[in-house]
């Protein structure tokens, strides 16, 4: 378990709550654990019928913790990271998002295996991957351009460009943006009819729009073992030394 992640229940309700406010509710490995567990005992679970990821604070999350990264993997198996992914790609039951504020990295990419994605109206959505010298992660090489459309994907993923709440309703990242002060209101109610609907009929209605995402966990896959590669380069080497000296980095 971990501190920093915060699992509630209200109902058949579940809240995973990201608090690490301090770091911009970055994720280290210690978090992705945790949130890959909460994901599934949720799944298992009789008594729960909808879980909803939100973020402490005024962010949804910063992304990954890049000095936790820096680290390298410390563990034996499959990584906190990867199960945490496997985790939402895969829950079998409704994983609603309450973005709260920037969401950053895989702060927009878990979202695209989320089933509902609401926003606040000050949140924000990036993926600046090639800026950090890393690559696509969670299936968004695949995913964000199915979602938005190649240009527009082309536009976050290769040139950094950052959405605005309005931007990501009106591409179809988000389905609807609330005022920051009712997000949370809004979001639990619509969670609380997820959870009273019949069980049976929502896990094979979520089967069913999934149907043809098999290529899915190949893009993982294939995104994974260029990430790590990237992780053990120069290029992430140097992003992570020019954050920490406040310098724009320097790829030669």
Known sequence: MSENIIITREGRVVTLTIARVEKKNALTQEMYGAMADALEAYAESDADRALVITGAGDMFTAGNDLKDFAKGDRETGVPPVWRFL???????????????????????????????????????????????????????????????????????LLAGRTLSAGEAERFGLVARVFPDAELMGAVREIARGVAASAPVAMKLSKGLIRQGREAVADSMAAESKLFAAQLQGPEFAESVAAMGEKRAPDYG
């Open 86 to 156: 496997h985790a939402i790609r895969d829950c079998p039951k409704p994983v609603i998002a309450a973005v709260n504020g920037p969401g950053i990295g895989i702060g927009l990419t878990m979202l695209l295996h989320c089933d509902l994605v609401y926003a606040g109206e000050s949140a924000t959505l990036g993926v600046p991957f090639v800026k950090l010298g890393l690559v696509p992660e969670a299936g968004s090489s695949l995913l964000l351009p199915a979602a938005v459309g190649m240009a527009v994907a082309n536009d976050m």
